[in-house]
Nanobody
Framework: QVQLVESGGGSVQAGGSLRLSCVAS????????MAWFRQAPGKEREGVAR????????YWTDSVKGRFTISRDNAKNTVYLQMNTLTPEDTAVYYC????????????????WGQGTQVTVSS
């Protein structure tokens, strides 16, 4: 049984930083596409970043490029999302997701999801 557990969310002021963690059990992060999605109130869930089994990284949302960094620690079976220079527009519930093999930007292609962690950025 695959479980993804996120942590690290919270409330920060604009310009601050947070690091989200996603600990996987029942699946090996280095053998799956691991991704971060987010969903703001009243909006669809959108892909933020992903790291493929081969370690290829991509950021799907232009607004996070240069501010967010996705990384993976194989020894800890954990994926991270370092978020810097946060803005109120980053406020959302952030979800970790996994799927076998290739990465896709659409949430419907992911088989496994964490429970989400709230990120709130105040101006």
């Amino acid at each position: 049984q695959v479980q993804l557990v996120e942590s690290g969310g919270g409330s920060v002021q604009a310009g601050g930083s947070l690091r989200l963690s996603c600990v996987a059990s029942g699946a090996t992060v280095s053998r799956n596409c691991m991704a971060w999605f987010r969903q703001a109130p009243g909006k669809e869930r959108e892909g933020v970043a992903r790291i493929s089994p081969g370690g290829i990284i991509a950021y799907w949302t232009d607004s996070v490029k240069g501010r967010f960094t996705i990384s993976r620690d194989n020894a800890k079976n954990t994926v991270y999302l370092q978020m810097n220079t946060l803005t109120p527009e980053d406020t959302a519930v952030y979800y970790c997701a996994a799927r076998a093999n290739a990465c896709y930007s659409y949430a419907r292609y992911y088989n496994y999801w964490g429970q989400g962690t709230q990120v709130t950025v105040s101006s």
